[in-house]
């Protein structure tokens, strides 16, 4: 099995339908973070540029996992408040998904160490997460990734 790990500019993906639908394939649910997240980017990005990058992660022509970094404020909920655009001055929103059928085979672990090196949108600053799951949980504490209060004071 060879896995492929490719980064892809936001301002190109979000005006690619076919991207996009398998992106939003590769979420929770309809209403999901990932999903309010390509609203508001795909809103945004007919006004402006958006500071946003998407890792996705493909077996064959199958994308089977993908995680979206931004820098863009959002309505993103974390346990103490939103996205908001302080925030998102200081750390880079990431969220992430992979495939049920393909978890646990070290697809989160490389599409977070891909996510690490993207300078030109981490800035080498911290990423915000919100770990909901006992997996994420464990994919974040093993790539010593902290999570963030809004106010950037480390937990
Ligand atoms: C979290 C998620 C992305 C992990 O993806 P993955 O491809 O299975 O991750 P990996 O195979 O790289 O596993 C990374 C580590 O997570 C842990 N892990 C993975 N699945 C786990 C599970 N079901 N229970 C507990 N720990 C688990 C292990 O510690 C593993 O490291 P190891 O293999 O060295 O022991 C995936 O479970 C997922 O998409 N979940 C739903 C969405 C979600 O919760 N996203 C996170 C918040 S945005």
Request: charged letters at 20%.
């Amino acid at each position: 099995m060879i896995l492929k790990i490719t980064s892809i500019d936001a301002n190109k993906a979000l005006f690619n339908e076919n991207i996009i639908k398998q992106f939003r394939k590769l979420t929770l649910y309809s209403s999901s973070g990932l999903n309010k997240e390509l609203d508001n980017l795909t809103c945004l990005a007919q006004t402006k540029k958006v500071n946003a990058k998407m890792v996705a992660a493909h077996i064959g022509n199958t994308m089977v996992g993908w995680c979206l970094l931004s820098r863009e404020p959002s309505h993103f909920s974390f346990y103490n408040g939103n996205y908001s655009k302080k925030l998102a001055e200081k750390y880079t929103l990431l969220e992430i998904f992979v495939s049920s059928k393909h978890r646990g085979m070290g697809i989160g672990t490389a599409l977070i160490k891909r996510a690490k090196v993207l300078f030109s949108i981490t800035k080498g600053q911290p990423f915000a997460i919100a770990p909901h799951s006992k997996a994420g949980n464990a994919l974040f504490n093993k790539l010593a990734m902290k999570n963030y209060k809004l106010d950037g004071i480390e937990l």
